[in-house]
């Protein structure tokens, strides 16, 4: 059984930062990627971020681009989400997710790519 589990997400003040964890365990194939994902309500699903097995090849969508930076340690199985900047348009639920699809170039984030999904978590960014 394949679980990603999110955290650190909480209530901020804007110009705050976050650092979000997605903590991985079960087998899932050496050359998935992990990616980040928000979606606040009334907005689509956006594609934030991804980082392949190794960390040698990134991705940011133009929203988060300067402010985002993704990041992993597999030595504890654990990719982070360092968020800076934070603006209210930022709120939404954030989630990671594993998947086989390409983490190089500049195309998106794309979460039909992705096969398992943590559960999400919260990031409120208000006054």
């Known amino acids: 059984q394949v679980q990603l589990v999110e955290s650190g997400g909480g209530l901020v003040q804007p110009g705050r930062s976050l650092r979000l964890s997605c903590a991985v365990s079960?087998?899932?194939?050496?050359?998935?990627?992990i990616g980040w994902f928000r979606q606040a309500p009334g907005k689509e699903r956006e594609g934030l971020s991804c980082?392949?097995?190794?960390?040698?090849?990134?991705k940011y969508a133009d929203s988060v681009k300067g402010r985002f930076t993704v990041s992993r340690d597999n030595a504890k199985n654990t990719v982070y989400l360092q968020m800076n900047s934070l603006k209210p348009d930022d709120t939404a639920g954030y989630y990671c997710?594993?998947?086989?699809?390409?983490?190089?170039?500049?195309?998106?984030?794309?979460?039909?790519?992705?096969?398992?999904w943590g559960q999400g978590t919260q990031v409120t960014v208000t006054s």
């Open positions: 997710a594993a998947g086989g699809g390409f983490c190089t170039g500049n195309g998106r984030v794309w979460d039909m790519e992705y096969d398992y």
């Open positions: 079960g087998i899932i194939p050496v050359y998935y990627n």
């Open positions: 980082i392949t097995n190794s960390g040698s090849s990134t």
